[in-house]
């Protein structure tokens, strides 16, 4: 289906193991975004990527790894994931800089 | 640096009032606006947007007019329903110039009762 798909919906996972959350997007859009959303904090952006091969910061990148070698896929690795890190993981795409953002369904991520 | 912001919530509405949800912002020159909601379990989708000053962005009944004047976004909608409850998200980005990352305002939660 086309859209923007996010795996997994749901995950546990323990302090200090490794985890990969993956976001696809169907529409060859450019530009790729990896937000986490908490109560009192509202959506931060943890790594944005304007092509492939391109990867840039957001507001809070510590502790998390971010590559796009395809332009659909926009892969995010807790390399040793901390109770901190235990959120809701939004992948969003948009065709243009500054255009509409379109949102996948989420990851609810528990660490722990 | 850009920043978007947006009344507190919760707002608690009873079925058929009307519904204010203010926003205003701080921006280098002349970004698009973006109102989002979000269905609980759900990610964020567009409601509308406006590219340009005064342009008005209006969807399912929902409307905001791009004020450069005051800055503001506001949403407005004449009569919600309890199908709205949900949590709107203001935001700007940037086409040309600017800063690269959008910037959200921290979202305001709209209850609304039978």
């Known amino acids: 289906d086309a859209g923007i798909t996010q795996s997994p919906r749901y995950k546990i996972t323990e302090t200090g193991r490794q985890v990969t959350l993956m976001c696809h997007q169907t529409?060859?859009?450019?530009?790729m975004f990896w937000y986490r959303q908490d109560l009192g904090h509202g959506l931060r952006l943890i790594y944005y990527?304007?092509?492939?091969?391109?990867?840039d910061k957001g507001e809070v990148p510590d502790g998390y790894v971010v590559s796009r070698s395809k332009t659909e896929n926009f892969p995010l690795t807790l390399e040793s994931a901390t109770r901190s890190q235990t959120s809701v993981y939004f992948c969003?795409?948009?065709?243009?800089?500054?255009?509409?953002?379109?949102f996948g369904p989420g990851t609810r991520l528990l660490v722990l | 640096g850009d920043s978007v912001t947006q009344m507190e919530g919760p707002v608690t509405l009873s079925e058929e009032a009307f519904l204010t949800i203010n926003c205003t912002y701080t921006?280098?020159?002349?970004?698009?606006l973006f109102w989002y909601v979000q269905y609980p379990g759900e990610g964020l989708q567009l409601l509308l947007k406006a590219t340009k000053a005064d342009d008005k962005g209006s969807n399912k009944g929902f409307e905001a007019t791009y004020r450069k004047e005051t800055t503001s976004f506001h949403l407005e909608k004449g009569s919600v329903q309890v199908s709205d409850s949900a949590v709107y998200f203001c935001a700007l980005g940037h086409a040309s110039g600017g800063s690269y990352i959008p910037t959200f305002g921290r979202g305001t939660s709209l209850i609304v009762h039978p």
């Open positions: 921006a280098t020159g002349y970004p698009s």
């Open positions: 990527s304007a092509a492939a091969d391109i990867t």
């Open positions: 969003a795409s948009s065709e243009f800089r500054g255009e509409t953002q379109y």
């Open positions: 529409w060859s859009h450019s530009y």
